[in-house]
C-alpha cells in the first residue's frame, strides 16, 4: 500500500493556505493568489514568489505579482486557482519531503454558492482533477508530477467546527468568513450546517479597499493603486510623497466599521436574527475588522488563527474520511 499525505487548501482570492499531514507531522504554506502569466522570465525569484511552468506557459505567482492581478470573479473555476492549487500542493510535498509516488488526498473550497450546485460542484471537481490527466509541472525549477482523483470539495465559511467537533457538538454556533472577496455565512446546528443559512456576500475586504480608495480619490483628489491601497490598509493611513496624511486615520477607522455594519445588515437582510448562537469569525479579514466586531460583538470569537481555520476543518475531514 502506497503512502499517504494528506492536503487541505483554502485557496482564496487574496491569500492561498494549506495544511499538509505525513507521517505525524503538519506542515503549512500560504501566498498570495496572484499570478500574471510571463515569458522567459530572468529575474529572480524572491521568497513567496513562484516562476511555475504549466502546459507550455509560465505563470508568476505570489508575492512579486502585483495587487491588480487578483482574481476579482466569484468562481473559483478559473486558471489563476488551479495554478495556485498545483502550486501549493508542491510546495507542501517539499516540506514533507513525501516521495514522487505518494498518495495525494486532496480537500479544497468553493463558494457557498458553488457548493450548493451540483452541476458547478462537479466541474470544479473536473478541473482539479485536470479531467484525470497526470498533473505535469515545473515550480521554480523543479519538476513534479502526480495524479489527483476522489478530490473532496468543502465549502468555505465553516471555520474549525469540524477540526474541533467536540467544542460545537452541543449548540448552535454562526461562522462568519471575511475572506478577500467574499464573505460568508453558515450557522451549525452542532456540526452540522444549516442548508437555508448558507449564504454569501461580496463584502470581502477587497470592497473595503474600494471604498477607502474612493474616498482618497474624493478628498484629496489623487488616484491610488490596487497596491498602495493594500499598504493603506495595513499601516491605517494614507501618505503622499511622504507626508502622512493624519485626518486619514480616522476616515480609514470609519469605513472599517461602516463595512462591518453593512456586513451585518445584509446578514439580517437574509434572516439572521444572531440570537440564541454562539458568533465566531474566521477568514483573513476578521483580523483587519478585529476591533469593530468586539464593538458589535463583545461576546463573539475571533479563532485564534483565522487563516487556516477552514483548513484544519478540511484536515479533519480527510483524516476521518482516509482513516
Known amino acids: 500500500m502506497k503512502e499517504q499525505i494528506l492536503i487541505a487548501i483554502d485557496c482564496g482570492k487574496s491569500n492561498s493556505k494549506a495544511l499538509a499531514k505525513y507521517k505525524g507531522n503538519t506542515y503549512t504554506t500560504t501566498f498570495p493568489t496572484r499570478m500574471q502569466q510571463v515569458k522567459r522570465f530572468g529575474v529572480e525569484i524572491q521568497p513567496n514568489s513562484y516562476l511555475v511552468e504549466f502546459n507550455g506557459d509560465e505563470f508568476l505567482l505570489g508575492e512579486m505579482v502585483s495587487e491588480s492581478y487578483s482574481d476579482f470573479n466569484l468562481n473559483k473555476n478559473s486558471l489563476i486557482h488551479k495554478i495556485a492549487i498545483y502550486t501549493a500542493i508542491t510546495r507542501l510535498l517539499q516540506k514533507a519531503n513525501a516521495p514522487s ?152 477607522e470609519e469605513l472599517k466599521y461602516d463595512h462591518l455594519q453593512q456586513i451585518v445588515q445584509f446578514a439580517k437582510s437574509r434572516g439572521y436574527t444572531f440570537n440564541m448562537s454562539d458568533i465566531h469569525f474566521v477568514g483573513g479579514g476578521s483580523i483587519t475588522l478585529r476591533r469593530y466586531i468586539k464593538q458589535l460583538f463583545s461576546h463573539a470569537v475571533i479563532i485564534d488563527n483565522p487563516l487556516y481555520s477552514n483548513c484544519l476543518s478540511f484536515l479533519k475531514i480527510l483524516e476521518v474520511k482516509y482513516a
Open 101 to 252: 509516488n505518494v498518495d495525494i488526498r486532496l480537500a479544497v473550497n468553493v463558494p457557498i454558492t458553488t457548493y450548493k450546485d451540483s452541476i458547478q460542484k462537479r466541474n470544479f471537481k473536473s478541473m482539479v482533477e485536470n479531467e484525470n490527466r497526470t498533473i505535469h509541472l515545473i515550480v521554480n525549477g523543479k519538476a513534479f508530477s502526480f495524479d489527483l482523483s476522489d478530490v473532496t470539495i468543502a465549502f468555505e465559511g465553516m471555520g474549525e467546527v469540524y477540526a474541533k467537533p467536540e467544542k460545537y457538538r452541543k449548540g448552535y454556533t454562526t461562522v462568519i468568513d471575511v475572506g478577500g472577496l467574499n464573505c460568508t455565512f453558515c450557522q451549525f446546528k452542532g456540526v452540522q450546517p444549516m442548508v437555508n443559512t448558507m449564504i454569501s456576500s461580496d463584502l470581502g475586504i477587497n470592497i473595503l479597499k474600494g471604498k477607502i480608495g474612493k474616498y482618497i480619490n474624493e478628498r484629496y483628489g489623487l488616484s491610488v493603486s490596487s497596491d498602495d491601497l493594500e499598504h493603506v490598509l495595513r499601516c491605517g493611513y494614507f501618505a503622499s510623497k511622504g507626508e502622512i496624511f493624519e485626518e486619514s486615520k480616522v476616515f480609514i
